[in-house]
């Protein structure tokens, strides 16, 4: 249980362009998502935490004009990378955090990764 | 602002010996100690985690041990295999929704 999906899984695109990104809970219901970019050979870096219905939190050095995220339904959130540059390209990995009631022994900060999206801006 | 460093950044190992991975946290109401497996391309796997009021966890040949006062916690791996290769975090959260912060990450190598 507690399965994430995340699409696309990669893309490429020109500089200029946006790029929307989701992520899918698909057994659960999140209302927290999180999205994190990764560098090669680094770690996970908190880009923004994601609440349904509400707008989303973003860590300090982020633009959240540039990268947009929605979280729309307790199923889906998005982010969207506009006007894209060649310094964006990352792994962008989302993950959503079990809910209370499907806890079953797990802790209720437990989260689950997607399988992340890898992009690259030409 | 929250911290969390990790120890050491790469670690080689023979098949059969043991690995140790250290972490320091610096938020002293972090409660929540997950540790993530992540291969190379491929998402970032829950492998073991520890609450505040255990001091040690063990799950077949992964341990994961607390000290709170030293704010300091420990993944240890006995018998490594070649598939135990991969990179390791650390991350330390609270309970309540908190943000999780993630330590830099240790490459493991497991030589057969």
């Known amino acids: 249980g507690a399965v994430v999906s995340q699409h696309p899984s990669w893309v490429i695109c020109k500089s200029g362009t946006s790029v929307k990104i989701e992520c899918r809970s698909l057994d659960f219901q999140a209302t927290t998502m999180f999205w994190y970019r990764q560098f090669p050979k680094q770690s996970l870096m908190l880009m923004a935490t994601?609440?349904?219905?509400?707008?989303?939190?973003?860590e300090q050095g982020v633009e959240k004009d540039k990268f947009l995220i929605n979280h729309a339904s307790l199923t889906l959130s998005t982010l969207t990378v506009t006007s894209a540059h060649p310094e964006d390209s990352s792994f962008y990995i989302c993950?959503?955090?079990?809910?209370?009631?499907?806890?079953?022994?797990?802790?209720?900060?437990?989260?689950?990764f997607g399988p992340g999206t890898r992009l690259t801006v030409l | 602002g929250e911290n969390v460093e990790q120890h050491p950044s790469t670690l080689s190992v023979q098949e059969g010996d043991s690995a140790v991975i250290k972490c320091t946290y610096s938020?002293?109401?972090?409660?929540?100690f997950p540790w993530y497996k992540q291969e190379l391309g491929k998402r970032p796997q829950l492998i073991i985690d520890?609450?505040?009021?255990?001091g040690e966890k063990k799950d077949q040949r992964i341990a994961v041990t607390l000290n709170k006062t030293a704010k300091h916690f420990s993944l240890h791996i006995t018998e490594t295999q070649p598939e135990d290769s991969a990179v390791y975090f650390c991350a330390a959260s609270r309970t309540g929704g908190f943000k999780t912060i993630f330590g830099a990450g240790t490459r493991l190598f497991v030589k057969a």
């Open positions: 520890i609450r505040s009021n255990v």
């Open positions: 993950s959503a955090r079990v809910p209370p009631q499907r806890l079953a022994g797990r802790s209720y900060n437990e989260q689950f």
């Open positions: 938020d002293s109401a972090s409660n929540y």
């Open positions: 994601s609440n349904e219905g509400s707008k989303a939190t973003y």
